[in-house]
């Protein structure tokens, strides 16, 4: 028996959010004395496998067919369901994100097994097979009991820290048996924000909201958001007025982001965004009005006009 964890890849690299499963997948395995096997699916960059042997897999499973270069759902759902059989994987895990959403639904049908998604903890196995999952967009959890053979799972990003085991796990080839019909959507072009940390996978966010007046008071965020090594977010009559790109919105209807430490300046944290920052570990918010509701969500919170306080963030930030 083992338990198998999808390592997604970006640009040629392993994604942080993949390294937290790794390790999630590796205590299961250690809890029901089983080992834990990771597929890498497409081309990679030499030497970024290390870090999944690191956080705790035993054996690195890598298909390198060309045609798998693109992500697709319907590809690499059947190759992480032909590893699961081959390896008789009993639990899959799956760093949540856009592309997992998406394979999790696929290969719960391939493999006839049960789907929890946004989980937050590791599975309570004292009486079955437990699982305390993050449910109504952050605002509650429901604990859930899997009682199908084989299991499958989505963590949420940033809820688990693997543990550096140190170890360089085997690296095999694994060749899935594909038909054309896997490729059947073809992707022809991408539009790339160069330049810019992803929003979903940085560990810092700097957001902006109305009360920064106006597009051309945007160099405020970026220059804070450059210090700290950032993301960019907005709210989202930010990005509805035209002064953000959309692809900033973060909330209820936009991106849902779960950084270390999420700066909220000049929102005034409505529920509809609250919804898309409420799983960041550490939540600033900076706003001159006392009684903005995001105070409540906040851990630290600076009452202050965003003209006087980012400026003399930022300055404090680059001396550091
Ligand atoms: P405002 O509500 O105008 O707040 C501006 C804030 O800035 C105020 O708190 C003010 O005190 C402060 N401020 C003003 N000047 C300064 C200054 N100089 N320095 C410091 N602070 C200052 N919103 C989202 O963000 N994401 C979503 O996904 C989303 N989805 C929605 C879905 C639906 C169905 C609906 C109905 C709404 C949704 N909204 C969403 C909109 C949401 O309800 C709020 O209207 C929106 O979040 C408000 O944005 P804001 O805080 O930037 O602006």
């Known amino acids: 028996m083992s338990v198998l964890v999808f390592i997604e890849t970006a640009e040629g690299a392993v994604k942080k959010s993949a390294l937290e499963a790794t390790g999630y997948a590796a205590e299961i395995a250690k809890k029901t004395g089983s080992t834990t096997i990771a597929i890498v699916i497409g081309t990679i960059d030499a030497g970024e496998l290390d870090s999944v042997g690191k956080s705790g897999a035993n054996k690195i499973l890598h298909a390198t067919d060309d045609r798998l270069n693109v992500p697709s759902s319907q590809s690499y759902a059947t190759v992480i ?5 081959k390896e008789n994987a009993e639990v899959v895990v799956l760093a949540k994100s856009a592309l997992t959403d998406a394979i999790g639904a696929r290969l719960a049908a391939k493999l006839k097994a049960g789907l929890a998604s946004n989980v937050t903890e590791l599975p309570d196995l004292s009486n079955g097979f437990k699982v305390k999952r993050s449910i109504y967009t952050g605002k509650a959890f429901a604990v859930t009991e899997m009682k199908s053979a084989k299991k499958i799972l989505t963590i949420k990003k940033n809820v688990f820290t693997p543990e550096e085991t140190g170890s360089v796990a085997p690296i095999e080839a694994f060749t899935p048996t594909l ?25 810092i966010v700097v957001s902006g909201g109305r009360g ?25 009559p930010v990005s509805d007025l035209g002064w953000r790109p959309h692809h900033e919105h973060v909330g209820q209807t936009g991106i849902k982001v779960s950084p270390n430490l999420y700066i909220a300046v000049g929102i005034s944290g409505a529920i509809q965004h609250l919804a898309g920052v409420n799983s960041s570990k550490v939540i600033v918010v900076i706003n001159k009005d006392p009684e903005a509701p995001f105070f409540k969500a906040a851990d630290y919170g600076i009452v202050g006009d965003a003209f006087d306080v980012l400026p003399r963030l930022t300055k404090a930030v680059q001396a550091a």
């Open 81 to 85: 369901a032909q590893a699961a059989e």
């Open 212 to 236: 920064l007046k106006g597009p051309e008071n945007w160099g405020i965020i970026e220059e804070l958001a450059h210090a700290l090594h950032a993301a960019t977010g907005c709210s989202k």
């Open 179 to 203: 038909s054309e019909a896997e490729f059947a959507i073809k992707v022809t072009g991408e539009e790339k924000a160069s330049g810019e940390i992803s929003l979903t996978e940085a560990d």
